[in-house]
């Protein structure tokens, strides 16, 4: 079973949900509102999406071999691999020293290698298990927050 996902969507106010709105020669009819999906992000979806984007993101330097991740590239924009070895990068000094860098270079053998500092963030990939798993607490921590996006207050008991 399938959990649904927790991020709640409304229909774009600029088209009303077609995905078209004035035309222009690069982008054609798309809507800039809705960037063409027809729905937008409630305020707190944004707030919920965010949320699982922080729970799903982790250091490059955490990254173990075998492991399948997202690496953002530019907006909205990523390259999923999968690190077959994972090494802390390293340099070598005018006198064959080899030097460890701030760095870590997810290699792949099928694909191109990687190399990120160790502080850039990635997003790891889990199994379906993991998203339910995933959505059912985002979908508490949704139920906790306004429609404004802002966490409930306490309720005074008498």
Known sequence: MTVESPIERETCGRCGGTGHYSYNQIEGSRCFGCRGKGTVLTKRGEVVAKWINEQLSMKASEVVAGQTIKIPLSF????????????????????????????????????????MGVDDKVIRIGTIEDRDSLYTAAAEYRDSLTKAGKPRKARATK
Do not use: D, Y
């Open 76 to 115: 909205n924009r990523f390259v999923v691999k999968t690190a077959e070895e994972v090494v802390m990068c390293e340099r070598v000094t005018p006198s064959g020293e080899r030097v460890p860098v701030k760095g870590v270079c997810l290699i792949s053998h099928s694909q191109n290698n990687v190399t």
